[in-house]
Every structure is written in structure tokens, then in C-alpha cells.
């Protein structure tokens, strides 16, 4: 029976445990958005993990929506970035970057020239986002133009190699979260005509164009990508046919030969099985279209975790809250140690409390 303890690979990536750190923003980065010191010893101290999916991290100054999140597209980030996995290799560990645009979760103050965020279509979702202000609603989006669509693809590729140019074992696209690539798959919120709205093949095209591009650039097997069919975070409602959307997807991403697919099931943070999906959602039959690594999160202990790699079901679990208050997870797991308590004020921005000075066991 397989144990959460045991070595694994997704793809390239070699994993000396099946305990992942989920992508936690924590909104503290420095001037320009580079992530400093205090993020290199947080990331440093987590390095026991069996892969480290760090930070959602935007692939350009317009896929920024939240104040103080770190991007991957100026040398300055890069450079930040360097230290990070300099510091996590040296640890032993390995830990790939989580690329984002948010699109339309965003407000125009955190964009180039309090530009209008970007979107499948022109619906502004009643949500809120953090600016220099405190929160805020997020500002009315505009559709982007179909020729606009070669320029961010080429903005995912471009982030995708500044992240292994920073060190990265690979990158994560995030797909998940109702952040732009949502906006463009659900039939929720894109009302688009032409290539990219309508049919599921069209709504799904921007994410398989991207994913082509980045494993073209970087390598299929230092490329992730992570889903979450019926979360409805971010104010943004599900598709009317999630299985039948994200069973596309993944038959559509199968014969890329991606490391792995990093599945969120249920509402992200939230139920596992949300009370009003009224057909439960069959994540093992998305599974049964793809070869390559599987990764599963949401509300994992560790009963639940063992069980899943032992059956069989994910070659990996993904931690999120977990991760941010017990540095040294894997241990505690392995040796059946108490977690620490999440101090969830301090989750998003401020310095090193509740950051990095959660305690390892001694
Ligand atoms: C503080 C915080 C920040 C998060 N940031 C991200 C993120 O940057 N990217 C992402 O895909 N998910 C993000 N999530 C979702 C987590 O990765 C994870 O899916 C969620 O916490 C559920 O896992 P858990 O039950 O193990 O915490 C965040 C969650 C929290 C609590």
C-alpha cells in the first residue's frame, strides 16, 4: 500500500513525499511586486515538503488583481524568485511557481494606467478585491478582443520561462478559482461569439492554447495545471455542464503528456460535496483520461490523505491552511504530532507574524 511518505514523480519532477504545499497568497511581496527575504525563509522552512506549488504570481503587470502579490515578468522579480528556490533546493526540496491572471478580479487602481480589467466578457462579478484602500469592489471588466489573445498567451509562455530561469522546477497554470481562464471555460460568465465563446471546444481553447505553449517552451513534463470544476468562488457561478466542460479539458490535455493535474474538489476552502450540486461531480472519471500525475486538495487530514494515495486515487495531496501554520508538516503527519493553530487575521499582507513565525516541533 502506498504512503503518503513515499517518492513519487510528476513528470520530471522528483518528490521524496506525496505532501504538497498548496499555492497560499499571502500578499508580501516588496516594491515592484518581488517577493524578499521574509518570503525566501517562509518558503526555506516548508522545504521538507514534498513539492512546494508556490504563490499565485502574475504573468503580467494586467493579470495583477490583490495588492502585494508577487509577478514573474520583470528581472527584478526574477531575481527575488532566485532566492527563493536557491533557498527550498538547498533544503532539499523542489517547488514550482503558480502562474495567474485574474482577469475581471481586479480593480483599476492595481493596473497599468488604472486600466479596466480584462475578461472573456464585459460582467462584473460582485465580488472584492484588496488595494492600497483596504477592499474594495472589483472594477467592470471589458472583454478582451480576439486579437488580443496571441499577445497573453505569449505573456503565459514568457512567465513560464522567467520561472525556470528563477530556478523553478516547473510551473503550475492556474486555471483554477474563477480567475481568467474560468472566465473564459464557464458558460457563466463568457457570452462571447467567434474562437473563443460558445461550444466547450471554444471556451476551452484560450487554456489548451496555453498549456501547448507552455509545455512548447519549458517542457510538457515541468508543466502543471490546476482545476476546480465547481468552486464558486469569486462570486462566479458554476457552467451548466462542469462534467462535461472539464472532461473535455482534460481529454483535450491528455496527449500533451502535462507532470500533473493539481484537482481542487468542491468549493475551494470549503464543502467537499456542496449541498446544491445536485449531480455529485465524478473527478475519477477525469482522472481516467489522463496518464500523468494527480494531485488532490481541499480539506485534507491525514486519515483522508493516507486514504486517497493508498486507494489509489491521487499520486499526491495538496495542503493549503495546514501548510501556512505547521512549517514542518510532513513530520507532524509522519509522527502524528498536533498541528498548530492558523492565525487567520494574519493571513493576507503584514511582515514576518503569522508568516514566518509559526513553530517547527522542536
Ligand atoms: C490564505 C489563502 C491563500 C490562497 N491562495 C491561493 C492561490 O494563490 N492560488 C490558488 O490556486 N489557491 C489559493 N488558495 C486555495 C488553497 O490553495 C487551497 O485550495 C484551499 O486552502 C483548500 O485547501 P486546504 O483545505 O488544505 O486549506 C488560498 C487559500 C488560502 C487560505
Redesign the pocket.
Known amino acids: 500500500m502506498t504512503t503518503l511518505f513515499e517518492p513519487t514523480r510528476l513528470g520530471d519532477i522528483a518528490l521524496a513525499n506525496r505532501i504538497v504545499m ?5 500578499n508580501r511581496a516588496q516594491a515592484g511586486n518581488v517577493p524578499g527575504p521574509l518570503t525566501v525563509e517562509y518558503y526555506r522552512q516548508r522545504a521538507s515538503a514534498g513539492l512546494i506549488i508556490a ?2 504570481t502574475q504573468i503580467s503587470p494586467m493579470g495583477q488583481g490583490y495588492l502585494d502579490t508577487p509577478g514573474i515578468h520583470s528581472p527584478e522579480q526574477v531575481a527575488g524568485w532566485r532566492k527563493v528556490t536557491d533557498a527550498v533546493h538547498a533544503g532539499g526540496g523542489r517547488i514550482v511557481l ?1 502562474l495567474w491572471h485574474v482577469g475581471r478580479i481586479s480593480h483599476s487602481s492595481l493596473l497599468p494606467d488604472g486600466a479596466q480589467p480584462v475578461s472573456s466578457s464585459a460582467h462584473r462579478p460582485n465580488a472584492k478585491t484588496f488595494t492600497r484602500e483596504g477592499f474594495v469592489d472589483t472594477s467592470a471588466p471589458r472583454a478582451l478582443r480576439d486579437d488580443e489573445i496571441p499577445d497573453l498567451i505569449e505573456d503565459y509562455r514568457r512567465a513560464a520561462v522567467n520561472a525556470i530561469e528563477a530556478g523553478f522546477d516547473g510551473v503550475e497554470v ?1 486555471a ?2 474563477n480567475y481568467l481562464l474560468d472566465q473564459f471555460m464557464r458558460d457563466s460568465v463568457n457570452d462571447r461569439s467567434g474562437p473563443y465563446g460558445g461550444s466547450i471546444a471554444n471556451r476551452t481553447r484560450l487554456v489548451v492554447d496555453i498549456m501547448k505553449s507552455v509545455a512548447g517552451a519549458i517542457g510538457a513534463a515541468r508543466t502543471g495545471i ?1 482545476l476546480s470544476p465547481v468552486t464558486t468562488f469569486n462570486d462566479t457561478p458554476r457552467d451548466s455542464d462542469p462534467q462535461a466542460l472539464y472532461g473535455h479539458l482534460i481529454r483535450e490535455l491528455a496527449p500533451l503528456g502535462l507532470a500533473f493535474v493539481h484537482m ?1 474538489e468542491g468549493e ?2 470549503g464543502a467537499r460535496a456542496p449541498a446544491d450540486l445536485v449531480t455529485p461531480f465524478d473527478y475519477a472519471a477525469l482522472k481516467q483520461s489522463f496518464a500523468g500525475g494527480w494531485i488532490v ?4 487530514d491525514a486519515p483522508t490523505a493516507t486514504k486517497v494515495v493508498a486507494d489509489g486515487a491521487a499520486d499526491a495531496v ?5 501548510f ?1 501554520s505547521n512549517p514542518d508538516l510532513v513530520r507532524r503527519l509522519r509522527e502524528n504530532a498536533p498541528l498548530n493553530p492558523l492565525r487567520a487575521e494574519l ?2 499582507g503584514g511582515g514576518a507574524e503569522g508568516y514566518t513565525d509559526y513553530p517547527a516541533l522542536p
Do not use: S
Not at 22 to 26: C, E, G, K, S, V
Not at 297 to 300: F, K, L, Q, S
Open positions: 498548496a499555492p497560499l497568497t499571502r504563490e499565485a503558480q492556474h483554477a478559482n490546476r481542487i475551494t476552502g486538495n481541499n480539506g485534507y495538496a495542503f493549503g491552511r495546514p501556512i493571513l493576507y
